[in-house]
């Protein structure tokens, strides 16, 4: 059979242009308000600090909210116009997982938002809250429903997890008086998942086949169960102690070795590249915390260059996110 190509038969076949819907909006995109908020919190602690980069905290916590406002209202419509499709995502064993991200950016907001209105900020955390403990039940309840396929055992396995460990780090502060005991509950709960599920993906990572390479970008996600719990365990208990200290030090160990195997050239940008952001705003976060707990001028250091790469990272993500949606590419089926 001759099998080479013609151009008189090229010609004349048809070509399926890609169809741009509300349809195709991922639920994975609200990583970005995780990632925005995360560093907007970032610059406003080292505003405290170091008295540099306040106001500049509080505008990117102003582009989160936006964002925020933004991706729930096409999410929204998505889910009106296309509930089968909300439907697919739900119900699938990875995919299902970044639902987890809507409820830590809303978590992250009440942070965001608490010095300015404490109202918004109390209310904000409630609904989040109840958001994370619904979702962290649902995923552990199918989870064990059965046998599971041991390649969905994916970092984004992990959200759910911390998200829980993010009611703890955003709401060590309310004042209602069942917000210790709750706060105590999702510590615990967050803590346990995060160990229990970073040791299956861990093994699976060792002992199977590598991610699909538009799945690398998770792999940061792994740091954030650390951070994340530094900074959850920190504000809970007030201060910061050796286990503290391990935590921080083991995430940022991880950061390191990731980085390698996360920021290569020939991974291409897609939205699941936002899956870097929050995990790299919490180490942020809990880099300038222990810095400034230490007062150590090489901690300080360190911290500073986290901060840099992070608000350098966000910004070329946001950009290419933006040329991907009015290049008609970000929601082309």
Not at 208 to 235: D, H, I, Q, R, W
């Amino acid at each position: 059979m001759n099998t080479a190509y013609n151009p008189t038969v090229a010609a004349a076949q048809p070509v399926t242009a890609s169809k741009t819907s509300i349809k195709n909006l991922p639920i994975n995109l609200f990583g970005s308000v995780m990632g925005l908020a995360g560093l907007g919190l970032a610059w406003r602690l080292s505003g405290q600090y170091y008295g540099v980069g306040g106001t500049l905290g509080e505008a990117i916590g102003v582009l989160a909210g936006l964002v925020f406002v933004l991706l729930a209202l096409g999410y929204l419509t998505k889910w009106i116009n296309h509930p089968e499709a909300v439907r697919a995502e739900f119900d699938h064993p990875i995919t299902s997982n970044f639902f987890g991200t809507v409820a830590i950016a809303v978590l992250l907001l009440s942070a965001v938002a608490g010095p300015h209105n404490e109202w918004l900020g109390q209310a904000l955390w409630i609904l989040g809250s109840a958001l994370t403990v619904l979702l962290a039940g649902l995923v552990v309840s199918r989870l064990l429903s059965g046998p599971q396929d041991s390649s969905n055992a994916v970092p984004a396995w992990l959200i759910p997890g911390v998200a829980t460990l993010d009611i703890a780090l955003t709401g060590a502060h309310m004042p209602m008086a069942w917000a210790a005991e709750f706060n105590l509950f999702a510590l615990a709960v967050g803590a346990v998942l995060a160990l229990v599920f970073f040791t299956r993906i861990f093994s699976r990572l060792v002992h199977e086949t590598p991610l699909a390479k538009g799945m690398v970008p998770s792999l940061m996600v792994l740091v954030a169960p650390f951070e994340v719990g530094f900074l959850a365990y920190t504000n809970v208990f007030g201060e910061i102690d050796r286990f503290a200290s391990v935590l921080f030090y083991f995430g940022l160990f991880l950061f390191v070795v990731l980085s390698v195997k996360v920021f290569r050239r020939d991974v291409p940008f897609a939205p699941s590249w936002w899956a870097i952001s929050f995990p790299i705003a919490a180490l942020s976060n809990a880099a300038l915390k222990y810095a400034h707990a230490q007062d150590s001028t090489v901690l300080t250091v360190i911290a500073a260059a986290i901060l840099l790469f992070l608000t350098v990272a966000l910004t070329v993500l946001l950009v290419k996110t933006l040329i991907s949606l009015f290049s008609g590419k970000l929601l082309a089926n």
